[in-house]
């Protein structure tokens, strides 16, 4: 079942083209609360079937839909896409201040978590690129230019990935075990 809340306000007297540019959060504040919506929304009865079909053949699942991220994260579940037990985690887009100014960042929330812990991508994805540098055969680095003298042909690049701030958190991500990604679109629009 799906339970929708109802709700609504007067909203500012703009052209559509505007009001569809605000932002959801404002159009979403201090609604007057009209009741429930509830619904049964089921799988089409051969959905579940396929996904299991696409599994076992190794085919990667990966859903795009527009509905709310919780929603879709749970049809996700249901259907098999996403196996039971395996930790889901979903991508939310925040607006933050830095020398240049204002600037959009994607943050990572463990959705299974009920008052989850917000992730920068570097946090997040430390272990991921920890994990790939340290089984990397090679790396190739480019010191100076082609005149420099042959002390820079065999220097070894020194690599470290992670950060010295002490607020920083540690990554809920363990690549040792499966894992799944709910990416939203304004997250995809700047990856």
């Known amino acids: 079942y799906r339970v929708l809340a109802c709700g609504q306000r007067p909203v500012p007297s703009l052209p559509a083209a505007q009001l569809q540019r605000l932002p959801r959060i404002e159009l979403e504040k201090d609604l007057e609360f009209l009741g429930f919506l509830i619904m049964q929304n089921k799988l089409k009865s051969d959905t579940t079937g396929h996904i299991k079909k696409l599994n076992e053949a190794n085919f990667r699942t990966i859903m795009i839909t527009g509905d709310n991220p919780l929603t879709a994260l749970a049809v996700g579940r249901e259907c098999g ?56 055969e090679r790396v190739d680095a480019m010191y100076g230019n082609s005149n420099q003298s042959d002390e820079y042909e065999n220097k070894q690049p020194n690599l470290s990935y992670g950060s010295n701030n002490p607020s920083h958190h540690s990554s809920p991500l363990d690549i040792s075990s499966p894992f799944a990604l709910g990416v939203t679109g304004p997250a995809f629009s700047i990856l």
């Open 81 to 136: 896409i996403v196996a039971p037990g395996v930790p889901l985690f979903v991508s939310d887009v925040k607006t933050v201040k830095s020398g240049m100014g204002e600037e959009k960042t994607i943050v990572w929330k463990n959705a299974d978590h009920p008052k989850p812990q917000e992730y920068s991508t570097e946090e997040f994805f430390a272990p991921l690129f920890a994990h790939y540098l340290d089984t990397a």
